[in-house]
């Protein structure tokens, strides 16, 4: 069960806007495409897949007004992994981001269980006394992503416990 505002987006829907073309959107489009060239080369089909996501689901977040603030997040030792720390507004969020090449076998988000939860509150909460961050200020949100034509953006906020910092 998902908790939360969901929020949908399907990229490049034939929203254009002729005559203007933002450069920093250029710039970071040729950035990532660069990154995800070199990544398909290095690493297995699935994690570059993963990767790419991750580029996709950071540009949206920075679109939807949030601000980054680290991405794959991993505390010492190394146990676990926070895909994307941003703030949106006063709250501080955690983001874990599920990228899938199609919805053949369910949505994305079906793969963040109790157990993936854990780890990434874990990590959060080593983020959180690190950066001296209130942890009534925290929120935890699920992007999901599904590369279909056009590409399909879930986001999921307050994913994991509900009514949590707005």
């Known amino acids: 069960i998902v908790r939360g505002k969901v929020i949908e987006m399907a990229t490049g829907s034939g929203h254009k806007v002729l005559g203007f073309i ?12 660069a990154r995800q060239f070199r990544q398909q080369r290095t690493l297995s089909p699935d994690a570059a897949l993963g990767r790419k996501g991750e580029d996709l689901a950071h540009r949206y977040l920075q ?4 601000r980054i603030l680290a991405r ?32 053949e076998f369910g949505a994305p988000d079906r793969a963040v269980g109790e157990e993936k939860q854990k780890m990434i509150v874990r990590a959060a909460r080593r983020y959180a006394t690190r950066a001296d ?7 935890f949100d699920i992007v999901s992503i599904v590369f279909s034509q056009p590409p399909s953006i879930v986001h ?4 994991f416990f509900e009514g949590r910092a707005r």
């Not at 794959?72 to 030792?77: A, E, K």
């Open 72 to 103: 794959n997040y991993r505390p010492g030792g190394g146990e676990s992994e926070v895909d994307i720390v941003a703030r949106d507004g006063a709250a501080i969020v955690f983001i874990e981001v599920k990228s899938r090449s199609s919805a």
């Open 22 to 33: 933002n450069p920093k959107q250029v710039l970071w489009k040729m950035s990532d495409a």
């Open 63 to 66: 679109s939807a007004g949030f």
């Open 133 to 139: 961050i209130e942890w009534s200020g925290v929120r």
């Open 156 to 159: 999921q906020q307050d994913a």
